[in-house]
């Protein structure tokens, strides 16, 4: 009897558990979830995270010209550094893994 009232007891504190609310944060974008998995984001949370992800998308797509930046200075540098297009072929060659021997001019 003491047993099933224990259980009793414990199953109602522990009943308000699943009605609770889980907030998940990755990074800057923040997510509240309620019972079953049911997203309960509230228009302020949704703005914020709309605005996180739009920064987010801003910073990747600024990196990656960034980088294409990066890459065609070296090209121009490397075309520039070449007098002659016999020296570029040079150069490819050698990017590729050949020994460039063969055409050295001295």
């Not at 009232?5 to 979830?33: N, T, W």
């Not at 309960?40 to 709309?50: K, P, S």
């Not at 797509?61 to 490397?78: H, K, P």
Request: charged share 25%; hydrophobic share 40%; proline share 2%.
């Amino acid at each position: 009897m003491l047993k099933a009232v224990l259980i009793a007891a414990s199953m109602a504190v522990a009943m308000p558990c699943f009605a609770q609310q889980v907030r998940v944060i990755k990074g800057d974008i923040e997510h509240v979830y309620g019972p079953g998995g049911q997203l309960l984001d509230d228009a302020g949370l949704q703005e914020r995270n709309q605005r996180a992800w739009e920064h987010m998308q801003a910073e990747n797509q600024t990196a990656i010209a960034r980088r294409q930046v990066e890459i065609e200075l070296g090209y121009l540098r490397l075309n520039t550094a070449c007098a002659s297009s016999d020296d570029l072929r040079l150069v490819r060659r050698f990017a590729k893994g050949g020994s460039g021997s063969s055409g050295v001019r001295v």
